[in-house]
Protein backbone atom coordinates (compact mmCIF):
# COMPACT_ATOMS: atom_id res chain seq x y z
CA UNK A 1 0.00 0.00 0.00
CA UNK A 2 1.25 3.37 -0.68
CA UNK A 3 1.24 6.67 2.05
CA UNK A 4 1.43 10.45 0.95
CA UNK A 5 5.36 11.73 1.97
CA UNK A 6 3.61 14.02 4.30
CA UNK A 7 1.46 11.68 5.77
CA UNK A 8 4.29 9.37 7.19
CA UNK A 9 5.89 12.15 8.13
CA UNK A 10 3.61 13.32 10.63
CA UNK A 11 2.67 10.15 11.85
CA UNK A 12 6.41 9.27 12.62
CA UNK A 13 6.82 12.54 14.57
CA UNK A 14 3.68 11.67 16.46
CA UNK A 15 5.00 8.42 18.00
CA UNK A 16 8.48 10.08 18.51
CA UNK A 17 7.02 12.99 20.73
CA UNK A 18 4.52 10.46 22.45
CA UNK A 19 7.97 8.79 22.78
CA UNK A 20 9.69 11.76 24.59
CA UNK A 21 10.90 13.05 21.56
CA UNK A 22 11.04 17.54 21.08
CA UNK A 23 8.96 18.61 18.72
CA UNK A 24 11.50 19.93 16.03
CA UNK A 25 13.71 17.01 16.90
CA UNK A 26 10.95 14.64 16.46
CA UNK A 27 10.67 16.04 12.86
CA UNK A 28 13.70 15.61 11.82
CA UNK A 29 14.53 11.70 12.88
CA UNK A 30 11.01 11.30 11.02
CA UNK A 31 12.40 13.05 8.45
CA UNK A 32 15.25 11.12 8.17
CA UNK A 33 12.95 7.77 8.39
CA UNK A 34 10.96 8.49 6.03
CA UNK A 35 13.03 9.43 3.54
CA UNK A 36 14.78 6.54 3.37
CA UNK A 37 11.39 4.98 2.79
CA UNK A 38 10.90 6.88 -0.30
CA UNK A 39 14.11 5.79 -1.39
CA UNK A 40 13.68 2.39 -1.22
CA UNK A 41 16.09 1.64 2.14
CA UNK A 42 13.27 0.17 4.29
CA UNK A 43 15.78 -1.29 6.11
CA UNK A 44 16.67 2.44 7.77
CA UNK A 45 13.12 4.11 7.29
CA UNK A 46 9.78 3.86 9.60
CA UNK A 47 10.69 0.68 10.55
CA UNK A 48 13.35 1.77 13.31
CA UNK A 49 10.64 3.58 15.49
CA UNK A 50 9.73 -0.23 16.71
CA UNK A 51 13.32 -0.33 18.04
CA UNK A 52 13.56 3.30 19.22
CA UNK A 53 9.75 2.24 20.85
CA UNK A 54 11.16 -1.34 22.76
CA UNK A 55 14.69 0.86 23.96
CA UNK A 56 12.93 3.59 25.54
CA UNK A 57 10.57 0.80 27.31
CA UNK A 58 13.90 -0.57 29.32
CA UNK A 59 15.04 2.93 29.78
CA UNK A 60 18.63 2.06 26.70
CA UNK A 61 17.53 5.42 24.81
CA UNK A 62 17.27 8.85 26.52
CA UNK A 63 14.28 10.91 25.29
CA UNK A 64 14.61 14.03 24.56
CA UNK A 65 17.71 14.03 22.65
CA UNK A 66 20.62 15.99 24.24
CA UNK A 67 23.23 16.29 21.58
CA UNK A 68 26.14 18.68 22.65
CA UNK A 69 28.99 19.89 21.64
CA UNK A 70 32.53 18.34 23.45
CA UNK A 71 35.24 19.93 21.67
CA UNK A 72 35.11 22.22 19.08
CA UNK A 73 38.72 23.76 17.68
CA UNK A 74 38.29 25.98 14.30
CA UNK A 75 37.39 22.93 11.73
CA UNK A 76 36.81 20.57 13.39
CA UNK A 77 34.18 19.65 16.59
CA UNK A 78 33.36 16.01 18.20
CA UNK A 79 29.44 15.87 19.56
CA UNK A 80 27.98 13.33 21.45
CA UNK A 81 24.76 11.83 20.82
CA UNK A 82 23.52 11.72 24.44
CA UNK A 83 22.61 8.33 24.00
CA UNK A 84 19.25 9.86 22.18
CA UNK A 85 18.44 9.50 18.54
CA UNK A 86 21.03 9.18 15.80
CA UNK A 87 19.10 11.66 13.05
CA UNK A 88 19.19 14.46 16.02
CA UNK A 89 23.40 13.88 16.32
CA UNK A 90 23.73 13.59 12.74
CA UNK A 91 21.97 16.46 11.70
CA UNK A 92 23.69 18.71 14.57
CA UNK A 93 27.33 17.94 13.22
CA UNK A 94 25.85 18.11 9.43
CA UNK A 95 24.90 21.89 10.76
CA UNK A 96 28.34 22.34 12.50
CA UNK A 97 30.67 20.89 9.88
CA UNK A 98 29.02 22.77 6.98
CA UNK A 99 29.50 26.35 8.47
CA UNK A 100 32.57 25.19 9.29
CA UNK A 101 33.37 23.91 5.83
CA UNK A 102 32.21 27.24 4.30
CA UNK A 103 34.59 29.32 6.72
CA UNK A 104 37.76 27.10 6.64
CA UNK A 105 37.35 25.57 3.30
CA UNK A 106 37.20 21.86 5.05
CA UNK A 107 35.89 20.22 8.08
CA UNK A 108 35.56 17.48 10.20
CA UNK A 109 32.75 16.83 12.68
CA UNK A 110 32.91 13.37 14.35
CA UNK A 111 30.35 11.99 16.72
CA UNK A 112 30.14 9.43 19.89
CA UNK A 113 27.58 8.23 21.92
CA UNK A 114 24.38 8.04 19.72
CA UNK A 115 22.42 5.25 18.39
CA UNK A 116 21.74 4.49 15.20
CA UNK A 117 22.23 7.34 12.53
CA UNK A 118 20.22 5.54 9.88
CA UNK A 119 20.64 6.28 5.99
CA UNK A 120 23.88 7.90 5.70
CA UNK A 121 22.83 9.84 2.22
CA UNK A 122 19.85 11.98 4.46
CA UNK A 123 23.26 13.83 5.77
CA UNK A 124 25.35 13.80 2.71
CA UNK A 125 23.25 15.08 0.40
CA UNK A 126 22.34 18.25 2.17
CA UNK A 127 25.52 19.19 2.33
CA UNK A 128 25.88 18.34 -1.08
CA UNK A 129 23.09 20.64 -1.79
CA UNK A 130 25.42 23.59 0.10
CA UNK A 131 27.27 23.26 -3.00
CA UNK A 132 29.97 21.08 -0.89
CA UNK A 133 31.09 17.22 -1.24
CA UNK A 134 30.19 14.93 2.01
CA UNK A 135 32.00 12.25 3.22
CA UNK A 136 30.12 10.46 6.18
CA UNK A 137 30.55 6.90 8.09
CA UNK A 138 29.39 5.12 11.15
CA UNK A 139 30.32 2.65 13.34
CA UNK A 140 27.96 -0.14 14.19
CA UNK A 141 27.27 -3.77 16.19
CA UNK A 142 29.13 -6.49 15.96
CA UNK A 143 28.52 -8.69 12.37
CA UNK A 144 31.27 -8.78 10.30
CA UNK A 145 34.32 -11.12 10.74
CA UNK A 146 37.95 -8.99 9.78
CA UNK A 147 39.30 -11.04 7.44
CA UNK A 148 40.25 -14.78 8.22
CA UNK A 149 38.56 -14.84 11.61
CA UNK A 150 34.86 -16.74 12.23
CA UNK A 151 33.26 -14.76 15.14
CA UNK A 152 31.55 -10.92 13.88
CA UNK A 153 34.22 -8.30 15.68
CA UNK A 154 33.35 -5.58 13.59
CA UNK A 155 29.65 -3.69 12.06
CA UNK A 156 28.56 -3.23 9.00
CA UNK A 157 30.08 0.16 8.77
CA UNK A 158 28.85 2.13 6.29
CA UNK A 159 30.36 5.07 3.86
CA UNK A 160 28.97 7.43 1.87
CA UNK A 161 30.09 10.06 -0.49
CA UNK A 162 28.20 12.54 -2.24
CA UNK A 163 29.29 14.93 -4.74
CA UNK A 164 27.36 18.01 -6.14
CA UNK A 165 26.50 17.83 -9.60
CA UNK A 166 24.60 21.19 -9.84
CA UNK A 167 21.73 19.29 -10.72
CA UNK A 168 18.66 17.87 -8.36
CA UNK A 169 20.32 14.58 -9.15
CA UNK A 170 23.45 13.91 -6.26
CA UNK A 171 26.12 11.31 -7.39
CA UNK A 172 25.83 9.53 -4.06
CA UNK A 173 27.83 6.58 -2.93
CA UNK A 174 26.24 4.70 0.19
CA UNK A 175 27.16 1.85 1.14
CA UNK A 176 27.71 -0.80 3.95
CA UNK A 177 31.23 -2.24 4.14
CA UNK A 178 29.41 -5.66 4.39
CA UNK A 179 27.65 -7.42 0.97
CA UNK A 180 24.34 -6.17 2.47
CA UNK A 181 23.21 -4.43 5.35
CA UNK A 182 21.93 -6.53 8.43
CA UNK A 183 18.67 -4.99 8.14
CA UNK A 184 18.16 -6.76 4.45
CA UNK A 185 18.88 -10.03 6.30
CA UNK A 186 16.53 -9.27 9.23
CA UNK A 187 13.72 -8.68 6.66
CA UNK A 188 14.28 -11.87 4.90
CA UNK A 189 13.65 -13.35 8.21
CA UNK A 190 10.52 -11.38 9.02
CA UNK A 191 9.55 -12.22 5.04
CA UNK A 192 10.38 -16.24 5.77
CA UNK A 193 12.36 -15.93 2.40
CA UNK A 194 16.15 -17.09 1.80
CA UNK A 195 18.69 -14.97 1.22
CA UNK A 196 21.70 -15.29 -1.43
CA UNK A 197 24.34 -17.82 -0.28
CA UNK A 198 27.18 -15.15 -1.00
CA UNK A 199 25.78 -12.42 1.77
CA UNK A 200 26.61 -14.07 5.35
CA UNK A 201 28.07 -17.39 6.88
CA UNK A 202 26.56 -18.81 9.54
CA UNK A 203 28.06 -19.46 13.31
CA UNK A 204 30.23 -22.42 11.79
CA UNK A 205 31.36 -19.97 9.02
CA UNK A 206 29.83 -21.95 5.97
CA UNK A 207 27.75 -19.92 3.56
CA UNK A 208 23.85 -20.31 4.33
CA UNK A 209 20.66 -19.17 2.75
CA UNK A 210 18.56 -19.42 6.06
CA UNK A 211 18.68 -15.56 7.54
CA UNK A 212 18.23 -16.60 10.64
CA UNK A 213 21.40 -18.63 10.50
CA UNK A 214 23.05 -15.66 9.17
CA UNK A 215 21.72 -13.70 11.87
CA UNK A 216 23.41 -15.74 14.26
CA UNK A 217 26.46 -15.78 12.17
CA UNK A 218 28.68 -13.41 10.41
CA UNK A 219 27.74 -11.05 7.35
CA UNK A 220 30.85 -10.80 4.32
CA UNK A 221 32.21 -7.98 3.81
CA UNK A 222 32.14 -6.64 0.30
CA UNK A 223 35.21 -8.09 -1.85
CA UNK A 224 36.62 -10.37 0.81
CA UNK A 225 39.72 -8.70 2.79
CA UNK A 226 39.03 -5.23 1.22
CA UNK A 227 35.32 -4.87 2.78
CA UNK A 228 36.94 -5.81 5.77
CA UNK A 229 39.43 -3.20 6.16
CA UNK A 230 37.36 -0.69 4.84
CA UNK A 231 35.39 -1.44 8.08
CA UNK A 232 38.16 -1.32 10.22
CA UNK A 233 39.18 1.66 8.88
CA UNK A 234 35.41 3.33 9.41
CA UNK A 235 35.84 1.72 13.13
CA UNK A 236 38.57 3.69 13.84
CA UNK A 237 37.89 6.96 12.46
CA UNK A 238 33.84 6.88 13.66
CA UNK A 239 34.56 4.98 17.18
CA UNK A 240 38.33 5.61 18.32
CA UNK A 241 39.02 8.80 17.14
CA UNK A 242 35.84 10.40 18.55
CA UNK A 243 36.90 8.74 21.93
CA UNK A 244 33.78 6.48 21.60
CA UNK A 245 32.83 2.99 21.75
CA UNK A 246 34.54 0.81 19.22
CA UNK A 247 34.63 -3.17 17.67
CA UNK A 248 33.79 -5.23 19.72
CA UNK A 249 32.34 -2.98 22.33
CA UNK A 250 29.13 -1.62 20.28
CA UNK A 251 25.98 -3.26 20.87
CA UNK A 252 22.88 -3.87 18.58
CA UNK A 253 20.04 -1.36 18.21
CA UNK A 254 17.70 -4.30 17.76
CA UNK A 255 18.03 -6.07 20.92
CA UNK A 256 18.10 -3.56 24.31
CA UNK A 257 21.28 -4.80 26.22
CA UNK A 258 22.69 -1.27 26.85
CA UNK A 259 23.99 1.74 25.46
CA UNK A 260 24.56 0.48 21.16
CA UNK A 261 27.74 3.52 21.46
CA UNK A 262 27.92 4.02 18.13
CA UNK A 263 29.57 6.84 16.66
CA UNK A 264 30.17 8.64 13.05
CA UNK A 265 32.56 10.75 11.31
CA UNK A 266 31.47 13.49 9.01
CA UNK A 267 33.77 15.38 6.59
CA UNK A 268 33.33 18.47 4.53
CA UNK A 269 35.02 19.41 1.54
CA UNK A 270 33.71 23.29 0.21
CA UNK A 271 34.37 22.88 -3.96
CA UNK A 272 34.94 26.52 -4.79
CA UNK A 273 38.30 26.26 -2.82
CA UNK A 274 39.65 23.99 -5.38
CA UNK A 275 37.67 24.42 -8.60
CA UNK A 276 36.24 27.29 -9.80
CA UNK A 277 31.78 26.62 -9.06
CA UNK A 278 31.31 27.17 -13.06
CA UNK A 279 34.08 25.19 -14.28
CA UNK A 280 33.96 22.11 -11.83
CA UNK A 281 29.48 21.83 -12.49
CA UNK A 282 30.39 22.07 -16.36
CA UNK A 283 33.31 18.86 -16.00
CA UNK A 284 30.72 16.99 -13.74
CA UNK A 285 28.08 17.30 -16.39
CA UNK A 286 30.30 16.25 -19.00
CA UNK A 287 31.48 13.24 -16.89
CA UNK A 288 28.08 11.72 -16.28
CA UNK A 289 27.01 11.88 -19.44
CA UNK A 290 30.44 9.99 -20.63
CA UNK A 291 30.08 7.74 -17.69
CA UNK A 292 26.35 7.38 -19.25
CA UNK A 293 27.52 6.62 -22.95
CA UNK A 294 29.32 3.39 -22.55
CA UNK A 295 29.04 0.74 -24.15
CA UNK A 296 26.67 -1.37 -22.09
CA UNK A 297 27.25 -4.83 -21.28
CA UNK A 298 24.53 -7.83 -22.15
CA UNK A 299 21.39 -7.19 -19.99
CA UNK A 300 21.87 -3.91 -19.41
CA UNK A 301 19.72 -1.16 -21.13
CA UNK A 302 21.28 2.01 -19.08
CA UNK A 303 24.18 2.99 -16.83
CA UNK A 304 23.04 4.39 -13.76
CA UNK A 305 25.53 7.06 -11.56
CA UNK A 306 25.60 6.18 -7.92
CA UNK A 307 22.38 7.21 -6.18
CA UNK A 308 20.35 7.97 -9.38
CA UNK A 309 18.54 4.49 -8.50
CA UNK A 310 17.22 5.44 -5.09
CA UNK A 311 17.15 9.25 -6.78
CA UNK A 312 14.44 7.91 -8.83
CA UNK A 313 12.67 5.54 -6.71
CA UNK A 314 12.39 8.70 -4.21
CA UNK A 315 11.11 10.75 -7.21
CA UNK A 316 8.74 8.36 -7.79
CA UNK A 317 7.36 8.09 -3.73
CA UNK A 318 6.90 11.98 -3.65
CA UNK A 319 4.36 11.79 -6.75
CA UNK A 320 2.79 8.33 -6.43
CA UNK A 321 3.29 7.83 -2.50
CA UNK A 322 5.62 5.46 -0.44
CA UNK A 323 5.29 1.82 -0.77
CA UNK A 324 5.08 0.12 2.85
CA UNK A 325 4.44 -3.69 2.93
CA UNK A 326 1.54 -5.17 5.82
CA UNK A 327 4.49 -5.85 8.73
CA UNK A 328 5.39 -2.11 7.98
CA UNK A 329 1.68 -0.54 8.73
CA UNK A 330 0.97 -2.74 11.04
CA UNK A 331 4.12 -1.96 13.04
CA UNK A 332 3.48 1.42 12.58
CA UNK A 333 -0.60 0.99 13.57
CA UNK A 334 1.23 -0.70 16.91
CA UNK A 335 3.24 2.34 17.77
CA UNK A 336 0.21 4.38 17.11
CA UNK A 337 -1.96 2.27 19.20
CA UNK A 338 0.65 1.77 22.02
CA UNK A 339 1.43 5.60 21.76
CA UNK A 340 -2.23 6.53 22.56
CA UNK A 341 -3.58 7.89 18.92
CA UNK A 342 -6.40 7.49 17.12
CA UNK A 343 -4.65 7.24 13.89
CA UNK A 344 -4.23 4.59 12.00
CA UNK A 345 -2.82 4.17 8.65
CA UNK A 346 -4.40 2.58 5.83
CA UNK A 347 -8.17 2.65 7.94
N1 LIG B 1 23.42 3.25 10.21
C1 LIG B 1 23.93 2.03 10.05
O1 LIG B 1 24.38 1.38 11.00
C2 LIG B 1 23.97 1.42 8.68
C3 LIG B 1 24.65 0.21 8.45
C4 LIG B 1 24.66 -0.31 7.18
C5 LIG B 1 24.02 0.34 6.13
N2 LIG B 1 23.37 1.52 6.38
C6 LIG B 1 22.65 2.21 5.29
O2 LIG B 1 21.94 1.26 4.53
C7 LIG B 1 21.74 1.77 3.23
C8 LIG B 1 21.88 0.65 2.22
O3 LIG B 1 23.21 0.17 2.14
P1 LIG B 1 23.58 -0.98 1.09
O4 LIG B 1 25.01 -1.33 1.23
O5 LIG B 1 22.57 -2.08 1.21
O6 LIG B 1 23.31 -0.21 -0.28
P2 LIG B 1 23.03 -0.79 -1.77
O7 LIG B 1 23.78 -2.06 -1.95
O8 LIG B 1 21.57 -0.78 -2.01
O9 LIG B 1 23.69 0.36 -2.67
C9 LIG B 1 25.05 0.70 -2.55
C10 LIG B 1 25.41 1.77 -3.56
O10 LIG B 1 25.37 1.21 -4.89
C11 LIG B 1 24.61 2.06 -5.74
N3 LIG B 1 23.90 1.22 -6.71
C12 LIG B 1 23.04 0.21 -6.42
N4 LIG B 1 22.57 -0.33 -7.56
C13 LIG B 1 23.15 0.37 -8.58
C14 LIG B 1 23.09 0.27 -10.01
N5 LIG B 1 22.32 -0.62 -10.62
N6 LIG B 1 23.84 1.13 -10.73
C15 LIG B 1 24.61 2.05 -10.13
N7 LIG B 1 24.73 2.18 -8.78
C16 LIG B 1 24.01 1.35 -8.03
C17 LIG B 1 23.64 2.78 -4.85
O11 LIG B 1 23.22 4.01 -5.43
C18 LIG B 1 24.49 2.99 -3.60
O12 LIG B 1 25.27 4.15 -3.70
C19 LIG B 1 22.66 2.96 3.10
O13 LIG B 1 21.87 4.13 3.14
C20 LIG B 1 23.57 2.90 4.32
O14 LIG B 1 23.95 4.19 4.81
C21 LIG B 1 23.34 2.07 7.63
Request: hydrophobic share 40%; glycine share 10%.
Amino acid sequence: MKFDYYELLDVASQILIACGEEKTNAYVAAKSMVKADARGITTHGTYLLTPIYKRIQVNQLSLPTKATVVKDSGATAIVDGGDGLGAIAGQLALEIATEKAKTYGLSSVLIRNTNNVGSLAFYTEQAAKEGLIAIMSCNAAPAIAPWGGAEAFMGTNPVAISFYTGKELIFTLDMASSVVARGKIRKAERNREPIPDNWALDENGNPTTDPAAALKGTLLPIGGPKGSALALAVDILSGILPGGSHAPNLKSFHSPEGSTGVGASLILLSIERFLNIGEYVNTMEDYIASIKKVKKAKGFEEILIPGELEYRRELDSMKYGIELDNDAIDAINNLLKKTGSGIRLGE
